[in-house]
Nanobody
């Protein structure tokens, strides 16, 4: 059974930075996309960023492009999200995700595995 365990959430001031980490266990996810979704308070889950191992190919949402950087470490079966220039609208629960398929998607229902979701709060 695949498990995704995240770390690195917390409280940060506007303009600050945080780094989220996610380590997968259960099987290697190196052939499959790994990435992040988030759910702001009172809103639906939204796509943040996903990376593939091949390439790698990186896909990011418009709202985080240029501020958030995704990376992965195949040896550690891990994915990271470096978040810079944080804004109050980045406040959300952030979920690490992966899929049992190699196809990359931007919809939540295209991902089979989800972490527990650390909270990120950006205060003004």
């Amino acid at each position: 059974q695949v498990q995704l365990v995240e770390s690195g959430g917390g409280v940060v001031q506007v303009g600050g930075s945080l780094r989220l980490s996610c380590v997968a266990s259960g099987r290697s996810l190196n052939l499959y996309p790994m990435g992040w979704f988030r759910q702001p308070p009172g809103k639906e889950r939204e796509f943040v960023s996903v990376t593939t191992w091949a390439g790698p190919n990186i896909y990011s949402g418009d709202s985080v492009e240029g501020r958030f950087t995704i990376s992965r470490d195949s040896a550690k079966n891990a994915v990271y999200l470096q978040m810079n220039s944080l804004k109050p609208q980045d406040t959300a629960v952030y979920y690490c995700v992966s899929s049992s398929r190699t196809r990359v998607g931007r919809k939540a229902d295209e991902y089979d595995y989800w972490g527990q979701g650390p909270q990120v709060n950006v205060s003004s």
